[in-house]
């Protein structure tokens, strides 16, 4: 699969936004403007580009509560997410959501997460619902390395694959859960492996390489959208 000058250009031009948004996003949070806490995903900007420029406009995503990256990378303002983090009535919440619970659902993104793995169900539903209408489209779900062992992980896996359901569960591996390293929390090297052991396929990619990501989420999208349910 060949990637477009245009579609490379968008890409980055993607992770120039999120970044820049982040390091704004962090100092305001040093200068007392913020209230509460928040959580940056800088360092993780080409997960979030990648996949969700592979997705077309009406697919949906479920975020974490590491998902500016996410949020924007499906299209939303950085003005209304700026006024949603400082409490404003203009925010996409309108001020009531903030960093770990914004939420963009005009460019379908059913909201970042506090909750560990609470993506995963709701992408599962969504995708229920989907296909019960018969849609033709899919959702994404992010979630992190900690949510894999959750139950909700499990479970949300489990329907997916019996149900055979138009979602692709992204994890954002970025080595750590809190300060406990991945490798002191699971026997296997690839957290990938627990989705074959529920049949379903499963890939691993570099994170930092855009082009890998983008490639990988719309060749599954397309696979999905073609499969019958």
């Known amino acids: 699969m060949s990637v477009t000058k245009d579609t490379q250009l ?5 992770m120039m936004l999120i970044r820049l948004f982040e390091e704004a996003l962090e100092e305001m949070f040093s200068r007392g403007l913020l209230h509460g806490t928040m959580h940056l995903s800088i360092g993780q900007e080409a997960t979030a580009a990648g996949a969700c420029l592979a997705l077309q406009k009406d697919d949906l995503i479920t ?12 299209g939303a303002e950085p003005y209304k997410m700026f006024a949603e983090l400082l409490g404003r ?3 996409y919440c309108r001020g009531r959501g903030g960093s770990m619970h914004i939420a963009d659902l005009s ?3 059913l ?14 539903g969504a995708a229920l619902s989907f296909q019960m ?8 779900c992010f979630f992190g390395d900690g949510a894999v062992n959750e139950g909700s992980f499990h479970e949300a896996l489990n329907l997916a694959s019996v149900w055979n359901l138009p979602v692709i569960f992204a994890i954002e591996n970025n080595g750590y859960g809190l300060s406990t390293p991945t490798s002191e929390q699971y026997a296997i090297e690839d957290l990938a492996d627990r989705g074959s052991s529920y049949g379903i396929e499963s890939h ?16 599954l999208s397309k696979s999905i959208r073609k499969d019958p349910k």
């Open 10 to 14: 968008e890409l980055h031009r993607m």
């Open 63 to 74: 975020s974490t509560h590491r998902g500016h990256g996410h949020c924007l990378a499906k």
């Open 111 to 124: 909201g970042a997460n506090g909750i560990v793995a609470g993506s995963l169900t709701i992408s599962v």
């Open 89 to 91: 009535e203009d925010g």
């Open 107 to 109: 460019n379908g993104n």
């Open 204 to 219: 691993v990619i570099d994170g930092n390489n855009i082009i890998d990501v983008y490639k990988v989420i719309s060749k």
């Open 133 to 140: 209408q018969k849609k033709d489209n899919i959702i994404l």
